[in-house]
């Protein structure tokens, strides 16, 4: 069973527009939280990351804000650029498990439209 | 230029073959980290490597097996693969902790694409 799931495999948004990625957890252990951007043929690149003491983090066109009650969070792009297209993955730190436990998601594929 | 690479980043071979994958990081970190991708799964989590040592082996069959000769350099060593072993192969690297857990990001390498005929 999948602790975390990106029920979106693909989004697509007008350039200029806002870019709403989503997660969702079923384990309540996790508290901390990342996202990770990948573009085709290479490795997935840190974005930005979000402890469970915080509601939201912001760095530059960049937020994540997470919902602990409803065990949710999302990535807002605001404003979208085509550079942005990518598969934009959602991990999860397990304290209760070892180091290096990230659990990830399937990936959503974003695509920005000029 | 993300300070982790990764050779080779194409490999096919045969099941009864013998081959090694290489990771390199030049950030200074001393946690490395062995990922697996298959088509439409997420990452799955092999191995961690710790200050040298290994902290995790997340069930994976003694097939794979894993090499940190130091700090900066992880090896994959791949004997007598399944073609469902076909997958990419992603190393990462981060900080580390002495206490084995952290909210220590990772950084990755652009993988190596494995085939197995």
């Known amino acids: 069973d999948q602790q975390v799931k990106q029920n979106s495999p693909s989004l697509s948004v007008q350039e200029g527009r806002i870019s709403i990625l989503n997660c969702d957890y079923t384990?309540?252990?996790?508290?901390?939280f990342l996202w990770y951007k990948k573009y085709p043929a290479e490795g997935p690149t840190f974005l930005i990351s979000?402890?469970?003491?915080?509601d939201k983090n912001e760095d530059g066109r960049f937020t994540v804000f997470l919902n602990k009650s409803a065990k949710h969070l999302s990535l807002h792009i605001v404003p979208s650029q085509p550079g942005d297209s990518a598969v934009y993955f959602c991990?999860?730190?397990?304290?209760?498990?070892?180091?290096?436990?990230?659990?990830f998601g399937k990936g959503t594929k974003l695509s920005v439209k000029p | 230029e993300t300070g982790v690479t990764q050779t080779p980043r194409h490999l096919v071979m045969g099941m009864t073959n013998k081959k090694s994958l290489k990771c390199e990081q030049h950030?200074?970190?001393?946690?490395m980290y062995w990922y697996k991708q298959s088509a439409k799964k997420p990452l799955e989590l092999m191995f961690v490597?710790?200050?040298?040592?290994?902290?995790e082996n997340n069930s994976v069959p003694s097939r794979f097996s894993p090499e940190c000769p130091n700090s900066s350099h992880l090896f994959l060593h791949l004997h007598t693969l399944q073609p469902e072993d076909s997958a990419l192969y992603l190393c990462?690297?981060?900080?580390?902790?002495?206490?084995?857990?952290?909210?220590?990001?990772?950084?990755f390498g652009p993988g190596t694409r494995l085939t197995v005929l």
């Open positions: 979000i402890s469970s003491i915080k």
């Open positions: 990462a690297s981060s900080h580390g902790l002495a206490g084995g857990r952290s909210t220590d990001t990772q950084y």
């Open positions: 490597y710790n200050f040298k040592e290994q902290t």
């Open positions: 950030l200074g970190h001393n946690a």
């Open positions: 991990a999860a730190v397990n304290y209760g498990g070892s180091q290096g436990n990230l659990i």
């Open positions: 384990n309540s252990m996790f508290d901390y």
